[in-house]
T-cell receptor, first 111, second 116 residues
Framework: GQNIDQPTEMTATEGAIVQINCTYQ??????LFWYQQHAGEAPTFLSY????GLEEKGRFSSFLSRSKGYSYLLLKELQMKDSASYLCAVRDTTNAGKSTFGDGTTLTVKP | GAVVSQHPSRVICKSGTSVKIECRSLDFQATTMFWYRQFPKQSLMLMATSNEGSKATYEQGVEKDKFLINHASLTLSTLTVTSAHPEDSSFYIC????????????FGPGTRLTVL
């Protein structure tokens, strides 16, 4: 099975940098996703890591260490609109490629 | 990115009735779609994997006779909540992967079901 842990809530200041951690224990691993979800809306894709290392995409970066079962999402130059829930999800090794989602981290950005 | 639609966006029904939710991939063909349920302030819980032309694969604890899934074409999957009860009230979201791209899932906008 899959076990995914993320902090429940985080608060940061506009313009700052925040790191959201995710640890996982899985029976099969085929990649890790980060999604952003605003309240009442569907999740949107942010990043996908399948190999170790850092993937940078604009203000957002994601890091993966498979040996440690660890990932983080780094958000730079925070904006008020970044206030949302951030979901870590692990893709399993089935052909369907289904993902198991963590409980999400609710990020609040304050002025 | 790829677009997934859901209909209806909101539905209110009486206890004991059945509700059908449609999930469509608009600009790609999806052999596999996923159905999730999300309760307030909780994460997505995978209910089932919908496979085009075959039976859906349900997650442990999800009643297949209560949540009927039909994936009749490469662009349409439906979830029918049968004999709905107030505890079935939730946010139902479908997703699909565009086989032309990566492994990320594209989510529909969700359906808010309220059972009175």
């Amino acid at each position: 099975g899959q076990n995914i842990d993320q902090p429940t809530e985080m608060t940061a200041t506009e313009g700052a940098i925040v790191q959201i951690n995710c640890t996982y224990q899985t029976s099969g691993f085929n990649g890790l996703f980060w999604y952003q979800q605003h309240a009442g809306e569907a999740p949107t894709f942010l990043s996908y890591n399948v190999l170790d290392g850092l993937e940078e995409k604009g203000r957002f970066s994601s890091f993966l260490s498979r040996s440690k079962g660890y990932s983080y999402l780094l958000l730079k130059e925070l904006q008020m609109k970044d206030s949302a829930s951030y979901l870590c999800a692990v893709r399993d090794t089935t052909n369907a490629g289904k993902s198991t989602f963590g409980d999400g981290t609710t990020l609040t950005v304050k002025p | 990115g790829a677009v997934v639609s859901q209909h209806p966006s909101r539905v209110i029904c009486k206890s004991g009735t059945s509700v059908k939710i449609e999930c469509r991939s608009l600009d790609f063909q999806a052999t596999t779609m996923f159905w999730y349920r999300q309760f307030p302030k909780q994460s997505l819980m995978l209910m089932a994997t919908s496979n085009e032309g075959s039976k859906a694969t349900y997650e442990q604890g999800v009643e297949k006779d209560k949540f009927l899934i039909n994936h009749a074409s490469l662009t349409l999957s439906t979830l029918t909540v049968t004999s709905a009860h107030p505890e079935d009230s939730s946010f139902y979201i479908c997703s699909a992967r565009d086989p032309r791209g990566g492994w990320e899932q594209f989510f529909g906008p969700g359906t808010r079901l309220t059972v009175l």
